[in-house]
């Protein structure tokens, strides 16, 4: 029988990124948890089994009316990446915790990348966002033909 649970699947997920990813001590490991109401990120060296630094709108500091949306996870994003530069990480591996990169994860390391996490990925993405819409108007459009059916 399959499983239906979503935590579940997210756990199968999960393992099997973790399999891919690990954090050493010159590049550690930037782990995402989103829960209903709130947002964590951690940076773990996984050599050490040490967490170095980490930040959730649990904190008073980072809380604001609610933890669950994308301006909790920017806030997230942007406190996880000041406090790892002050610890002198400038280059970490992220691991999305089985969630899509899409919604609250995707905005908390779109924020971490701006705050100076990940400096070449930054650039990396504002190029190809570039190039898309060039590659866009350069293609020409086909006009459809209209067939008239005689019967």
Known sequence: ??????A???EAIHRRIRRKVKGSSERPRLAVYRSLNHIYAQVVDDLNGQTIVSASTTEKD???TTGG????AQRIGKAIAERALE??????????GGYLYHG???????AARAAGLNKNEAVAAEVEAEAEPEAVEAKPRKKKEKQSKEK
């Open 1 to 6: 029988m399959a499983n239906t649970s979503r």
């Open 8 to 10: 579940i699947v997210r």
């Open 62 to 64: 980072l809380r604001g």
């Open 69 to 72: 949306n994308l301006a909790a």
């Open 87 to 96: 610890k002198g990480i400038e280059s970490v591996v992220f691991d999305r």
């Open 104 to 110: 609250r994860v995707k905005a908390l390391t779109d």
